[in-house]
């Protein structure tokens, strides 16, 4: 099983990224996915769910209507699509796979990718 996460970088406060989490290993369209994400000194911090077929999709609360998840089940990729970003967005970024058979609200995970790091700051 490998998630592979790319699309991170610096931008300035109000500018986008669109997060990118290329998965193999396992059959992609079974599982539900998440993004979490590590800001420096904290815990992690779930950000956005996605069942498997992509039909729900689910955020907490400071990314609902900023930040848009999506899969598509062809190509075994999970997205992030973030908008009007904030400082407090800052954060390392990564995918995860939920357990086969759970539920992302469970916020139980049994693989997760290296990350990628998302910068806001002027």
């Known amino acids: 099983v490998q998630l592979v996460e790319s699309g991170g970088g610096m931008v300035q406060p109000g500018g986008s990224l669109r997060l990118s989490c290329a998965t193999s290993?396992?059959?992609?369209?079974?599982?539900?996915m998440s993004w979490v994400r590590q800001a420096p000194g904290k815990g992690p911090e779930w950000v956005s769910a996605?069942?498997?077929?992509?039909?729900?999709?689910y955020y907490k609360k400071s990314a609902k209507g900023r930040f848009t998840i999506s899969r598509d089940n062809a190509k075994n990729t999970l997205y992030l699509q973030m908008n009007s970003l904030k400082p407090e967005d800052t954060a390392l970024y990564y995918c995860?796979?939920?357990?086969?058979?759970?539920?992302?609200?469970?916020?139980?995970?049994?693989?997760r990718g290296q990350g990628t790091q998302v910068t806001v700051s002027s």
């Open positions: 995860a796979r939920v357990p086969y058979g759970r539920s992302w609200y469970m916020e139980e995970y049994d693989y």
């Open positions: 996605i069942n498997t077929g992509g039909s729900g999709t």
């Open positions: 290993g396992f059959t992609f369209s079974s599982y539900d």
